[in-house]
């Protein structure tokens, strides 16, 4: 029988996943020869919206598409999945703390640790997107200690495909394809450190460092790294949403990295368990520089020279995930 991809997408009724599910379904994330089976979960209040979802999906007639399943059920959800993408999350509502945002979401990622653990192939690959991301994953991965702790991520390809933009944007003639190397560092939130000191642009044959095409160390420093840092905020004022469109094509991008394998001298940032690398505390979710080969393992790119200005704001970032798993952990200890 034919080889068919089982593929999980959580928050299946919401925004980001609406712009999601076309491209998988199209065969644009697993090989436009791979058939693959979308399993849709959200919560019981959204199913007549899902099934709306469903009923698109299937007006779309896919070459590739074999089956669809909307639930409201973890222990159906989860059960045999290749592949699980985390987007459902509850949304920050007026007057809510990010604590209380953290707490609501925390208990989620517990529920659907253990679903994994339960249900999902030992080889499942997870893609946690819901925030806070990074503690999300921390603590989906703690409650399904079945699966190799390699197999969680979290997405912060969105900051760096914003980061590559904006230096697009800034230097003559190039586009963001031509901008390699930018890492993001640490927490998808505000304090995450979008770090250029080794990216280079390629053009024509040509490299250039990106420090060196930019020719303003100051703009570089600030304004940057504060624009990349709040480009969510700034999505969500000008839209009255959140970012959907450009968040689905990182996690499209993300996952075929990670299921193909990156290019040759390519590095992708996605937030993974730390080894202990550049002195991070050993399995924090925090988003490295990653390299993947065919076999679907990522590994850190090691060695890049750290200076004061970077070692500081890499640190930043680490604190307030440790803080943030305190949070999480006092949250899920019940
Ligand atoms: P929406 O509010 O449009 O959709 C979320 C969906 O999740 C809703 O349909 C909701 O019913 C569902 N849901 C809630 N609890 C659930 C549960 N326990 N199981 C299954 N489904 C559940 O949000 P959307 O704009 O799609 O964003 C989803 C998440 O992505 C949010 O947490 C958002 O903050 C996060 N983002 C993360 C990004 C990243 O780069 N890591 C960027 C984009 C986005 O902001």
Redesign the pocket.
């Known amino acids: 029988s034919e080889e068919v991809i089982t593929v999980l997408v959580?928050?299946?009724?919401?925004?980001?996943?609406y712009s999601l599910l076309l491209p998988i379904a199209k065969g644009d994330v697993f090989g436009r020869d791979k058939p693959v089976k979308l399993v849709l979960?959200?919560?019981t209040p959204?199913m007549a919206v899902l099934n709306g979802v469903v009923m698109e999906l299937t007006d779309c007639a896919l070459p590739l598409l074999r089956e669809v399943v909307a639930t409201d059920d973890e222990s159906v959800a989860f059960k045999d999945v290749d592949v699980a993408l985390l987007?459902?999350?509850?949304?920050r509502r007026e007057g809510m703390e990010r604590k209380d945002l953290l707490a609501a979401?925390v208990k989620?990622f517990k529920?659907q640790g253990l679903a994994l653990d339960k249900f999902a192939k030992k080889t499942v690959k997870v893609v946690v997107?819901?925030?806070p991301?990074n503690t999300n994953c921390f603590v989906c991965a703690k409650f399904a200690p079945s699966i190799p702790r390699e197999n969680f991520s979290?997405?912060?390809r969105?900051?760096q495909s914003r980061a590559q933009a904006q230096i697009a944007a800034r230097v003559e003639g190039v586009a963001a394809q031509d901008v390699s190397r930018v890492v993001i560092w640490g927490n998808?939130s505000s304090t995450q450190y979008p770090d250029v000191r080794h990216a280079v642009i390629s053009k024509d044959g040509q490299q250039i460092g990106v420090q060196d095409a930019v020719k303003d160390d100051s703009w570089l420093k600030n304004e940057f790294i504060k624009t990349v840092q709040t480009r969510?905020a700034a999505v969500i004022k000008a839209r009255k949403?959140?970012?959907?469109m450009s968040?689905a094509n990182?996690i499209c991008d993300h996952m075929r990295d990670w299921w193909h394998g990156t290019p040759e001298g390519k590095w992708v940032s996605m937030g993974v368990s730390s080894s202990g690398a550049y002195g991070i505390e050993p399995e924090l979710i925090y988003s490295f520089p990653v390299t993947i080969d065919k076999g679907r393992n990522w590994k850190i790119v090691e060695g890049l020279p750290i200076d004061d200005f970077s070692r500081d704001k890499m640190d930043k970032t680490m604190k307030e995930l440790q803080e943030e798993r305190s949070t999480a952990l006092e949250t899920v200890k019940d």
Do not use: K, R, W, Y
């Open positions: 959580t928050g299946a009724a919401g925004q980001i996943a979960l959200d919560i959204m987007v459902g999350a509850m949304p979401n989620i529920s997107v819901g925030n991301a979290c997405l912060t969105l900051d998808h969510g949403l959140s970012s959907a968040a990182a």
